[in-house]
């Protein structure tokens, strides 16, 4: 009997997986022939509508600062430019060739934004070479292609305000909607610390941010309809994952998943004693699974594709990103400095006051209750949600290579601390205001 039980269970296990690897070899064929569709569509009109844009980029330069001397004002004008050059690309390759290694134009003689504008204006003046970005899916250029269609880079950035503001206010009405007002606070400050306005202005911010502002009303809708058992929640951590790999630029990827895991915890709330770690280990590594997954599929993808091995160019961007040591002539640095240095953009005198403000008001009603009670009682979601604001921390450490030298974007992750610490926060002066939402009703 016994080990019909166990065999049963394996069973489960075979067929649960073979679900997601499914779903992940559709999502890798999808994601190939949407890029396929858009890299089809004659680029004229696009190239016009980025040519119309060439104010911008000559008057704002690289990395415009909104607030000067404010890291986190700053916008990406330098990445913004490789992906509105991908769009616009019209070299003689192939369709194919050009999917996976996604070219954008590059020169010598001039700085990217300079290239890209002098491309898109067609100056003959200087010299263009093709230069191939293939490591990263690049999936963003679905929408911005079809975009560019249309509008031009000021257009875009109006037009991501509008819908990103559009997001938001559903986001907070939801919250209202399923009684979890109290969260508002937390989440809104979270998204301070992303900075919408960045997230606007900079399509190299938007992606992610898009993600995590879907993933939210995803989960909340959700949770609304009552359609929230353990699986059904599985699939959109693995679904989630996926996404941030087709459509980032590897900007601060960790962000939707540790805003999930906190949503997840409040809503599971006292359960999380009966239920342990296993369950929220399992979505983490659903998610990591669609993360790497989808992003090796798309070396995969192309290496069969092109028959050039993507995987070798790949890997070795991974060690230099994880890799601690020396970035553009610096005299060396350690995975700390990296820490040190991300968290350095908000060290700056408004954020210290809010955060004293709000780490004020949440001590004072906290002490007002039966402190030592309500820690004992709810023990194990302080243990997790703490562990959750540990994760940029950790992420940072790893990824020190790359967080380092791309610092004032990269903090971005520590969005994810302050959500997870305001919420417990919250949580803890109400507690009991959080029992209707559980997950396993």
């Known amino acids: 009997m016994k080990k019909m039980k166990q065999l049963g ?45 060439s104010e911008i980029f000559n008057y704002e330069g690289i990395y415009p600062q909104m607030v000067s001397g404010y890291k986190y004002m700053q916008l990406d004008n330098y990445t913004d430019s490789i992906m509105l050059g991908a769009a616009i690309y019209d070299g003689p390759e192939g369709t194919i060739d050009k999917t996976v290694n996604n ?58 305000f509008f819908m990103q503001s559009f997001l938001l206010f559903m986001i907070i009405r939801q919250l ?33 941010y898009y993600i995590v502002l879907f993933s939210t009303i995803w989960f909340l809708h959700l949770v609304e309809r009552r359609m929230t058992a353990e699986s ?23 962000v939707p998943l540790g805003i999930l895991i906190v949503l997840y915890l409040i809503l599971i709330g006292e359960n999380i004693k009966a239920t342990g770690i296993k369950p929220l280990l399992q979505k983490g590594f659903l998610w990591g699974a669609g993360y790497g997954g989808m992003w090796s599929g798309k070396w995969l993808a192309g290496s069969i594709l092109t028959k050039h091995n993507l995987f070798a160019d790949a890997l070795n961007q991974i060690f230099l990103r994880t890799s601690a040591g020396f970035y553009d002539g610096s005299d060396g640095y350690s995975r700390l400095d990296a820490l040190w ?13 809010a955060f004293l403000l709000v780490g004020g008001t949440f001590l004072i009603c906290f002490l007002r209750e039966h402190t030592i009670h309500i820690i004992r009682q709810n023990a194990a979601i302080i243990l997790f949600l703490a562990a959750t604001a540990l994760l940029p921390v950790v992420w940072i450490l790893i990824t020190a290579g790359h967080a380092y030298g791309h610092y004032w974007f990269t903090y971005k992750e520590l969005a994810i601390s302050c959500f997870a610490v305001v919420s417990l926060g919250t949580y803890l002066i109400n507690p009991g205001r959080d029992e209707k939402h559980d997950l396993h009703e």
């Open 341 to 353: 240095r991300n968290i350095g953009v908000l060290l700056k005198w408004p954020f210290l006051i």
């Open 9 to 53: 269970l394996w069973k489960i296990k075979i067929c649960s997986f073979l679900k997601y690897a499914g779903i992940l070899c559709s999502c890798i064929m999808i994601g190939v022939l949407l890029l396929l569709a858009v890299y089809m569509l004659p680029v004229k009109s696009m190239k016009a509508n980025v040519a119309r844009s």
């Open 232 to 254: 059904t929640i599985n699939y959109l951590f693995f679904a989630v994952g996926i996404l941030t790999a087709y459509f980032d630029f590897l900007t601060y990827p960790l």
């Open 176 to 208: 209202y909607r399923i009684r979890m007002e109290q969260y508002v606070p937390a989440f809104l400050i979270m998204i301070f610390v992303l900075n919408p306005l960045t997230a606007a202005l900079s399509l190299q911010f938007s992606s992610v």
């Open 103 to 160: 070219y954008h134009p590059d020169s010598e003689q001039l700085s990217p934004e300079l290239a890209l504008t002098n491309y898109a204006n067609e100056v003959s003046a200087y010299e263009y070479f093709q230069m191939p970005y293939g490591r990263y899916w690049h999936g963003y250029l679905v929408p911005l292609k079809l975009l560019l269609l249309f509008f031009d880079y000021s257009d875009i950035r109006v037009l991501n």
